[in-house]
């Protein structure tokens, strides 16, 4: 019984644990089960759908059936055909321009739909990999802010000791606690925001929010980036697919004008037809000749005699959408390059600012480092190199939010390229 306990304690223990990713399993654990990817794909194979139910018209059709009924006098048609015994119907649009033209728009509002997957799927990526990037960072914090702590109670502890020696005033007792408090002030907020980032994290995953996530703080290599700002550029006007989705929705309502155009045109379908007549239905009284097999093949031919206004209508509406759409690609592909130069600039005033952070981080290890030779020579107090390692502390804060930033913007830049997903596989 003791056994089963514990093992059902450890079992507990180990669903309450957090689970521990890298950013790249988190981003491949985004795409395969993210609320907005699914809801996307749905959306997608709907469209797929769609083109199945338009195509269905032009379609060649066989139906089997039976008009068999009593007859009393002189046989009469039973929805609109003889009495039969076995009746076989066969049709096949031949010529059906305007239909043609709606299966074409169907299928590309399916690519379009295609797309939309495809920009959800590169949104999802971006917004999971930040989410990923502010966990990570809070994490760093918290383990920084915890190691200023611990330098703080130092500091507070020797403060004291001078101030029981009258070495110091009691001001500067109060000022070490304040100090401290504040710290552990600080701590207590970070790991709080600690804490929302994993339930963040955990909502963008599919997860259960009481699954909580941790980064695994990872040593990255850097993501591939285009060589220069012009390569930039052409990459994003090439791939990004805003512009196709656009392009896209444009061809589907030329497609649709054209389809409304396209209904003063006649319409041809081949229609097959046979039906196994019966001999109690009166045919030998009242025709000279009867035949029981009785079958035949020809066209149907409709041809509209005057023109349509509505459809006429529909496809002004449709070229009128269709011209704002081309607008649209227009500014849409003027945003993209503007877009992807201001991220080429943004990342290179990020990695300016990181490299200044670790210039000064290195800066406050020289001072921590002459202070500790000082100490053994007696010049400096334990005091002043606690407080030089708490800068310390303060200095690798700053440099854990600049390289979070220059990540960031290398997130940007890429999904500004459209390559965002593909370069975290």
């Known amino acids: ?14 669903l309450a644990e957090p689970r521990t990713l890298t950013l790249r399993q988190t981003v491949a654990l985004a795409l395969e089960q993210n609320p907005e990817v699914m809801l996307a794909r749905l959306d997608e194979q709907k469209a797929l759908l769609e083109v199945r139910a338009v195509q269905e018209p032009v379609l060649p059709k066989l139906v089997a059936g039976s008009g068999l009924a009593y007859t009393y006098g002189m046989p009469m048609s039973v929805e609109g055909s003889a009495p039969t015994i076995v009746q076989v119907r066969a049709i096949r649009s031949l010529w059906d321009p305007s239909r043609g033209y709606l299966v074409a728009k169907a299928k590309e509002d399916a690519r379009g739909s295609g797309i939309d997957t495809s920009i959800v799927r590169e949104d999802v990526a971006l917004k999971t990999a930040i989410l990923y990037l502010d966990l990570e960072r809070a994490q760093r914090a918290v383990e920084t802010v915890r190691r200023q702590v611990e330098h703080l109670q130092r500091i507070e502890a020797a403060v004291r000791l001078r101030i029981e020696e009258g070495r110091q005033l009691p001001l500067d007792g109060k000022r070490a606690a304040v100090n401290l408090a504040q710290a552990r002030r ?3 907020a ?31 290599e850097g993501l591939a980036l285009p060589s220069g700002e012009e390569e930039a550029v052409a990459a994003a006007l090439g791939s990004n697919k805003d512009v196709r989705r656009l392009e896209s929705a444009l061809a589907a309502k030329n497609l649709e ?35 029981r097999h ?13 023109g349509d206004r509505l459809s006429a209508t529909r496809a002004a509406q449709a070229e009128l959408e269709a011209r704002r759409l081309g607008v649209q690609t227009r500014q849409t592909r003027s945003r993209v390059e503007s877009d992807t130069r201001g991220a ?82």
């Open 344 to 425: 080429w600039q943004r990342l290179k005033d990020v990695e300016a600012g990181r490299d200044l952070a670790r210039m000064d981080l290195d800066l406050a290890r020289e001072q921590v480092t002459v202070l500790l030779a000082q100490l053994e020579e007696g010049r400096a107090t334990m005091q002043q190199l606690e407080q030089a390692r708490f800068e310390e502390q303060e200095k690798w804060l700053a440099l854990y939010d600049a390289a979070a930033l220059v990540e960031r913007s290398r997130l940007n830049l890429l999904r500004q390229t459209e390559s965002l997903s593909a370069a975290l596989r």
């Open 1 to 14: 019984m003791k056994l089963i306990v514990i093992h059902l304690i450890l079992a507990a223990a180990a």
């Open 257 to 291: 004008a054209r389809a409304h155009r396209a209904g003063r045109w006649p319409r041809i379908d081949l229609i097959a037809q046979y039906g196994l007549l019966s001999k109690f239905n009166n045919y030998e009284d009242y025709f000279n000749r009867f035949h």
């Open 190 to 220: 970070l790991e709080t925001t600690v804490a929302a980032h994993s339930l963040a994290l955990s909502q963008a995953l599919g997860l259960d929010p009481k699954t909580g996530v941790r980064a695994a703080m990872e040593e990255r």
């Open 186 to 188: 600080r701590l207590s």
């Open 294 to 306: 009785n079958a035949q093949l020809g066209a149907s031919f409709q041809i509209p005699v005057f």
